[in-house]
């Protein structure tokens, strides 16, 4: 039996389990992904691969010298690339230091992937190796491998010259080695390609793999690498801390890494929602990936509100969930499905409750950060749809509150960001009923309607009025209708659940809700204690469920765990509200976890401490969107960063005493202007490059 056949035997005696990522090298660039283990072998039987546009192209690409793996010494991987030092124990020298070093690079080009494989030797004598390279492709689908179907029926290759062609429904991938292979094998699937190489002392060698793939057919979304798209390399963050520097470095490259250009028109950008399993257009993430990133400029917010919107819903589907005015949950290339769980999706799915209100409310931030006019006015009649949507479909019932229901049976049951089955739950641990009314809901859609009227009054435009009304009663609603009493104190309940009671659960459901304007003064004060009480908050972030509740699990999906974007979230709601000490310790804990994780966040991890660092949950995705763009959310916080372009001002209000002590910020962007922010350790402020006609305001800091 071949070991491709043993593994498929033992997979098939073992439940399909969804695939752990945590110890997974991974990098990205737009619609390519590749995962491997820490020495970059991609090995048969696992969830590693080359995937692009949620195929996996390439299942297996093992690198064996005389027949032995080489020994792993370190790696590392941000956006694009990735790097592998290791050792070939079995070559040089005899003893125990290490004297053939290999070092292994992957890096993600736009339509291909390059290896290169230099062998450094430190041997006393000349080394001469054959270098094995074993090849496979499978071209499984991400949802079934997601799923737990990580074994699927090889693809045997074809020879053209002394490249390897492997052809699958979608996609041509080629495999080309330089130098030339002495030698190659196909048989039972899979390719073995031998090179002869040969290292003097003191001397280098190397080999290059490069695996080109290509479309043969077209999809919903054939959508191109985006990196190009945006200009973030003047970005630069200088800290007493350093962890905030080296934060915003990668986080910032792995976003950039994770843009996709629009099909139907490539000149506009979004970030996918994450690698491996999201690598494609998901409203709600996209959005608050956007919005975090205004202060570095409004090309990514422009590009994702237009994307959005010619997607917009336009008809009654209930297969679909698309409603006229409602904005898409997610695009995905072709249907989707997990044979596992039963959801179905179809390629455009719009079972989504806030990405609506999400949209407006981007819409209305990008412009006081400073997009065009034009642009803005371009996308009124989204407007008009969306706010169509907030106030009549999305509101199925006489008491006028966002909710949603599943009716298809094969969508997701919950339709908030929390939407694994059991999120919502009632403080003795009890999971809600359908149709929910989620407080973040509420809340998303006051700030959209009062955010709206006022985009709609600066621009001359009729309907402020009405959605100045709408934003009133809604928060009128919320007020009457979301506050608990419970052994924790008094608080807002996750939701209401489908018999109009309030699901009295601590969540830090209540974060989003900060900076909305739907709060009294006394009313943020208490969500502000809650949130950075001691059942929901640790040293490494909010968690998503309070750790008295019923149910509570550290590394639940959303039960217990923490999530990098909701903390973040939480961190900018309390600083909008004036919590300064408050965010300023939920930011310190995000630094703390981002240092524990290397500096890239995931999109979520346990806080629950092991030997003073969080614990990884094993399946979450790395780097995901609106985790990376957290980066930007913290620096908003530090710099106490709100503009209003059209109004003629920027606040900044640092927080005092510093979180991070004296900090730079270089390559903000404000309208069209380049701008430096710098801010000591007692809050003296320092601006250069401010756009004409704008003025900085500073308030709490010292100008």
Not at 62 to 71: I, K, N, Q, S, Y
Not at 335 to 362: N, R
Not at 439 to 467: F, H, I, N, P, W
Request: with cysteine; hydrophobic share 40%.
């Amino acid at each position: 039996m071949s070991d491709h056949e043993a593994t498929e035997a033992a997979g098939a005696a073992v439940p399909a389990r969804q695939p752990w990522l945590h110890e997974l090298t991974i990098c990205v660039n737009g619609n390519a992904t590749a995962l491997s283990g820490t020495c970059g072998d991609i090995d048969p039987g696992t969830p590693h691969g080359l995937y692009v546009d949620d195929v996996r192209v390439l299942s297996t690409a093992t690198v064996r010298l005389d027949g032995e793996a080489p020994a792993f010494v370190a790696q590392g991987a941000s956006g694009a690339r990735a790097e592998f030092v290791l050792s070939a124990r079995n070559l040089g020298n005899p003893g125990p230091d290490p004297t053939l070093e290999v070092h292994r690079t992957r890096v993600l080009e736009d339509g291909a992937m390059v290896e290169r494989l230099v062998l450094t030797s430190r041997a006393s004598q000349t080394v001469a190796t054959t270098l094995s390279v074993e090849l496979a492709g499978d071209g499984a689908p991400i949802g079934s491998v997601k799923a737990g179907h990580v074994v699927h029926p090889q693809v045997l290759p074809s020879r053209d010259g002394d490249a390897l062609v492997f052809s699958f429904d979608r996609h041509t991938t080629r495999v080309e080695l330089d130098p030339a292979p002495a030698a190659v094998v196909l048989s039972d699937g899979r390719a073995v390609v031998d090179l002869q190489l040969s290292v003097e002392p003191g001397g280098s060698t190397e080999a290059t793999l490069r695996v080109a793939t290509s479309r043969e057919s077209a999809s919903a979304l054939d959508a191109d690498p985006g990196h190009a798209a945006v200009t973030w390399a003047g970005v630069r963050v200088v800290a007493d801390d350093p962890r905030l520097s080296q934060l915003v470095a990668r986080s910032m490259d792995d976003l950039q890494n994770l843009l996709l250009r629009d099909p139907e028109d490539a000149h506009d950008v979004f970030a996918a929602a994450g690698t491996p399993w999201y690598l494609t257009l998901f409203g709600r993430d996209s959005i608050w990936a956007a919005r975090m990133m205004l202060p570095f400029g409004t090309d990514l917010a422009g590009g994702t509100l237009r994307v959005l919107a010619r997607r917009q819903g336009t008809k009654v589907d209930p297969r679909s969930a698309e409603a006229p005015g409602k904005i898409p949950h997610e695009l995905r290339r072709t249907a989707y499905l997990d044979p596992e769980s039963g959801l179905a999706l179809p390629p455009v799915y719009y079972g989504t409750v806030d990405a609506t209100a999400l949209w407006v409310t981007l819409l209305v931030e990008a412009w006081q950060w400073g997009l065009a006019e034009d642009e803005v006015r371009a996308l009124l009649p989204n407007v008009r749809a969306a706010l169509g949507w907030l106030t009549t479909d999305g509101r199925p019932d006489d008491d006028g509150l966002l909710k949603y229901l599943d009716t298809s049976g094969s969508g997701l049951a919950n339709q908030g960001w929390k939407d694994s089955g059991d999120s919502i739950r009632w403080r003795d641990g009890r999971v809600a009923d359908a149709p929910i009314a989620l407080v973040e809901a509420q809340a998303y859609a006051v700030e959209a309607l009062s955010g709206a009227a006022r985009l709609l009054r600066a621009l001359g435009e009729d309907g402020a009025d009405d959605a100045e009304r709408q934003a009133k009663e809604l928060r009128e609603r919320i007020a009457d209708r979301f506050w608990v009493q419970t052994d924790a104190g008094r608080h807002l309940a996750i939701a209401l659940d489908g018999h109009g009671e309030a699901v009295d659960g601590l969540g830090s459901n209540m974060g989003h809700v900060l900076g909305t304007g739907v709060l009294t003064e006394a009313e943020s004060a208490s969500v502000a204690a809650q949130l950075t009480g001691e059942e929901l908050l640790d040293e490494f972030g909010i968690r998503t469920l309070g750790s008295g509740n019923g149910g509570f699990n550290p590394i639940g999906y959303h039960t217990g765990s923490i999530w990098t974007h909701d903390t973040a979230i939480a961190a900018l709601g309390l600083a909008r509200e004036g919590h300064r000490a408050e965010s300023a310790l939920v930011a310190r804990s995000l630094v703390a976890s981002g240092e524990a994780f290397d500096h890239r966040w995931p999109e979520l991890y346990s806080g629950l401490p092991m030997m003073g660092r969080p614990s990884p949950y094993p399946a979450s995705c790395r780097p995901q969107a609106w985790s990376a763009a957290s980066a930007g959310a913290l620096v908003t916080v530090a710099l106490g960063l709100r503009a209003d372009v059209p109004a003629g001002y920027v606040d900044i209000d640092p927080v005092v005493p510093a979180p991070f002590g004296a900090v730079r910020v270089e390559g903000l962007r404000i309208g069209d202007a380049t701008v430096t922010v710098s801010v000591d350790r007692d809050g003296q402020v320092e601006v250069t490059g401010t756009p004409h006609g704008v003025e900085v305001r500073v308030r709490g800091g010292n100008a």
